[in-house]
Structures are given as C-alpha cells and as structure tokens.
T-cell receptor, first 114, second 108 residues
C-alpha cells in the first residue's frame, strides 16, 4: 500500500466553525507532514511530525492545531479560520531522517473559508 | 537558507523534447527532487538526484551538477498528459523546500 489518504476532499466552513482534516498512511512511515498550497504556488510546509512528535512548526498561527494520535494518523484541527486560509491542504509521509527521503503526498483537502 | 529558481512557464509541442532547468543555492546539499503536479492534484515524486550526472527513468530524465548548483528535468516524446507543474525541491532547514514550479503546457 503506497497510498496516503485524506478526508474530506472538499470542506467549506465559516469563520466561527471548528473542523478537522484527517490523513492516514499504512506504509510504515514515521514522518508525516502538513503543507498548505495556494493556487499557482508551491506547497508551503506547515508542520512535521517525526515518530509521532511535533518536530517542526513553521510559525503557523494557533488557529491551526496538528495532532498525531499514532504512527498512521495525522489530524489538523481548524478553528476561527480566516478567508485567506482557503487553500489546498496536503498531507505527506516519508521515512524520517536526513538526507530527505521521498515524500508521498495525499490528494489534499480543498478548504474554502467563508 | 535555500534559494531555488526555475522558469515560471514553458510551452512545448506533443512528441517533442523539453528541458526544465532548476538552479539552487543551499547550505549543505542532501540531494534534489523533482515532483510533478497536475492542477488540483497532489505532487507526485519523479526523481531524486544526489550524485552528479544523468538519471534516466523512461521518458523522464534528471540531471544534476552539484558544482554548478544546477539540475534539469528532461521530458521526451511529450504527451498531452504531461501538461502539469514541475517542482524542483531540495532539503534544507525543513525537510523539503520547493521552488515555485514550472507550468508546462503541451500543445498539439
């Protein structure tokens, strides 16, 4: 199984809502990532989990809260988002460590904040 | 830090060959990745170069020159489905830093 799955595929939420994005992989990868991608821009790293511990937070606002319940699952909890947070949110996984290993990306969640 | 530069857009004809260049500056080199991303879809891994030279994988080849901080992706026998963005990426302070991507349009 070389697949990273993400749910939901599309999400529309108001600025006062609380929602969560989910990501799952069964490749035995111990590093998982959240990226944000705006139209016609490259992915921007938000968070990295390595061995279920948060290892990198790229100065992301606290309205985004990541969680890694186990080695296969990664969540992104959303609260009080702004319209400018509308984007494609990508999850990825890989073997951890340096040099960087190939990252496998999920299909993404298209988020619209109204 | 990292600085990655690649052309914004390219257009090529079906059946032709196209070369997408990438120049990078990074403190400490741990390889260079190429990803393909179709509009609205996730990036998919194409290649990883850590040593100088050309790596061939079917219609796609990737070249690296570490001394020049330069890589290119070569696509042969272009097909319409190759229309996509091609992202050059290097590990740095974060696991992967992506270039802005090159949007390739393949025309008949």
């Amino acid at each position: 199984d070389t697949e990273v799955t993400q749910t939901p595929k599309h999400l529309v939420m108001g600025m006062t809502n609380k929602k969560s994005l989910k990501c799952e992989q069964h490749m035995g990868h111990r590093a998982m990532y959240w990226y944000k991608q705006k139209a016609k821009k490259p992915p921007e790293l938000m968070f990295v989990y390595s061995y279920e511990k948060l290892s990198i937070n790229e100065s992301v606002p606290s309205r985004f809260s990541p969680e890694c319940p186990n080695s296969s699952l990664l969540n992104l909890h959303l609260h009080a988002l702004q319209p400018e947070d509308s984007a494609l949110y990508l999850c990825a996984s890989s073997q951890p460590g340096a040099p960087a290993y190939e990252q496998y990306f999920g299909p993404g969640t298209r988020l619209t904040v109204t | 830090g990292q600085n990655i530069d690649q052309p914004t857009e390219m257009t090529a004809t079906e059946g032709a060959i196209v070369q997408i260049n990438c120049t990078y500056q990074t403190s400490g080199f741990n390889g260079l990745f190429w990803y393909q991303q179709h509009a609205g879809e996730a990036p998919t891994f194409l290649s990883y170069n850590v040593l100088d030279g050309l790596e061939e994988k079917g219609r796609f080849s990737s070249f690296l020159s570490r001394s020049k901080g330069y890589s290119y992706l070569l696509l042969k026998e272009l097909q319409m489905k190759d229309s996509a963005s091609y992202l050059c990426a290097v590990p740095g302070n974060t696991p992967l830093v992506f270039g802005k991507g090159t949007r390739l349009s393949v025309i008949a």
